[in-house]
């Protein structure tokens, strides 16, 4: 189980009968964690599903630390090429029909793989399942994910099948892969991840997946999601470090999405919704900053987007001085530009 920094190394445990679900965690120098999120993957009470470790170039003790489970693993160690690329190298080589994913610090409660066969058994013209969480932040507090979502709906609901998954899972930010499983061949359908993303990927992979077909979301939470202190970039901590760039990146998926050829009227006019809020957003940043020619091409470009009057609003408040113009956006206050 050893392993090289310029050649793909392949641990295969000895075969099988085909397992229900193939289980996907990438993992980058979290030694301390994986082993925790490998053995709450083998105590499901679904029998044996494949669990595929990609490590994407771990310079710690990572490959060490999998030793133990190098019978029960399919371990791949490769050059460090982000999250994306690693998940893609998981769902190629997967043999499963299901996929389901879980970052390499987080963990599933026992019964969450046999729910989810039952959702899938249930519901199966449903491409994709996704279950409530919890988010355990650094403090250990227990956050219900649906109850401190904005939308109610999925927590009012043992079972909620929206009308327009796309819509949907956009309009109400449910972009959770840890308690989710998708079909195979959805995904290879959507050409799985992007890889020239590493932040905000599980955005535009579940909303290209939403497009697809019909998805169920289930109310009962059964993974917990950890937010833990440290140095991997995810959208959370790079909105708040790197304001400008990470907002950047969400405007590069909005504006992609927008090329979908299936969209619907009401959602590209979401989209163009969300992809103006963005470029204010940049716009309000670069205010802060104190760039003011970038700051007018943020607010000009949210104008051309979506011609509403929040767009309008900004651009013109930008021509004013910039002590006062500073007043109208308290809400960024606490974003890093």
């Given at each position: 189980?050893?392993?090289?920094?310029?050649?793909?190394?392949?641990?295969?445990?000895?075969?099988?009968?085909?397992?229900?679900?193939?289980?996907?965690?990438?993992?980058?120098?979290?030694?301390?964690?994986?082993?925790?999120?490998?053995?709450?993957?083998?105590?499901?009470?679904?029998?044996?599903?494949?669990?595929?470790?990609?490590?994407?170039?771990?310079?710690?003790?990572?490959?060490?630390?999998?030793?133990?489970?190098?019978?029960?693993?399919?371990?791949?160690?490769?050059?460090?090429?982000?999250?994306?690329?690693?998940?893609?190298?998981?769902?190629?080589?997967?043999?499963?029909?299901?996929?389901?994913?879980?970052?390499?610090?987080?963990?599933?409660?026992?019964?969450?793989?046999?729910?989810?066969?039952?959702?899938?058994?249930?519901?199966?013209?449903?491409?994709?399942?996704?279950?409530?969480?919890?988010?355990?932040n650094f403090q250990n507090k227990k956050i219900n994910t649906f109850e401190d979502n904005?939308?109610?709906?999925?927590?009012?609901?043992?079972?909620?099948?929206?009308?327009?998954?796309?819509?949907?899972?956009?309009?109400?930010?449910?972009?959770?892969?840890?308690?989710?499983?998708?079909?195979?061949?959805?995904?290879?359908?959507?050409?799985?991840?992007?890889?020239?993303?590493?932040?905000?990927?599980?955005?535009?992979?579940?909303?290209?997946?939403?497009?697809?077909?019909?998805?169920?979301?289930?109310?009962?939470?059964?993974?917990?999601?950890?937010?833990?202190?440290?140095?991997?970039?995810?959208?959370?901590?790079?909105?708040?470090?790197?304001?400008?760039?990470?907002?950047?990146?969400?405007?590069?998926?909005?504006?992609?999405?927008?090329?979908?050829?299936?969209?619907?009227?009401?959602?590209?006019?979401?989209?163009?919704?969300?992809?103006?809020?963005?470029?204010?957003?940049?716009?309000?940043?670069?205010?802060?900053?104190?760039?003011?020619?970038?700051?007018?091409?943020?607010?000009?470009?949210?104008?051309?987007?979506?011609?509403?009057?929040?767009?309008?609003?900004?651009?013109?408040?930008?021509?004013?001085?910039?002590?006062?113009?500073?007043?109208?956006?308290?809400?960024?206050?606490?974003?890093?530009?």
């Amino acid at each position: 189980m050893g392993h090289n920094n310029n050649t793909l190394k392949n641990n295969k445990p000895e075969k099988s009968e085909k397992s229900f679900f193939s289980v996907i965690v990438p993992t980058y120098n979290r030694a301390k964690y994986v082993v925790r999120t490998i053995e709450s993957i083998l105590a499901q009470t679904e029998e044996k599903p494949e669990i595929i470790v990609i490590d994407d170039g771990s310079t710690d003790n990572t490959a060490e630390a999998l030793k133990l489970y190098q019978t029960k693993i399919k371990y791949y160690y490769t050059e460090n090429k982000g999250v994306s690329a690693a998940r893609n190298l998981g769902i190629k080589n997967a043999s499963a029909d299901w996929i389901a994913f879980l970052d390499s610090d987080d963990e599933w409660l026992p019964n969450y793989l046999a729910t989810q066969k039952q959702n899938i058994e249930n519901h199966p013209e449903c491409c994709m399942h996704m279950m409530n969480s919890w988010q355990i932040n650094f403090q250990n507090k227990k956050i219900n994910t649906f109850e401190d979502n904005p939308c109610s709906i999925p927590a009012k609901h043992a079972l909620y099948k929206p009308n327009d998954p796309f819509w949907f899972v956009l309009k109400n930010h449910l972009y959770y892969l840890q308690p989710t499983v998708i079909r195979k061949s959805t995904l290879f359908a959507t050409a799985m991840f992007n890889e020239k993303i590493n932040i905000a990927e599980d955005l535009d992979l579940i909303a290209r997946v939403a497009i697809q077909g019909p998805m169920a979301i289930y109310n009962t939470p059964l993974v917990s999601i950890y937010r833990r202190e440290e140095n991997n970039i995810n959208l959370t901590k790079q909105i708040f470090t790197n304001g400008i760039h990470s907002q950047n990146v969400l405007g590069e998926i909005y504006n992609s999405l927008l090329t979908i050829p299936e969209l619907k009227h009401i959602q590209k006019k979401l989209l163009r919704t969300l992809y103006a809020a963005n470029r204010r957003a940049v716009g309000n940043l670069y205010l802060r900053k104190g760039s003011r020619r970038q700051t007018i091409n943020s607010y000009w470009k949210a104008m051309q987007i979506d011609h509403s009057w929040r767009s309008a609003t900004r651009l013109i408040l930008a021509l004013l001085p910039r002590n006062i113009a500073l007043k109208t956006i308290g809400k960024e206050w606490n974003v890093t530009p």
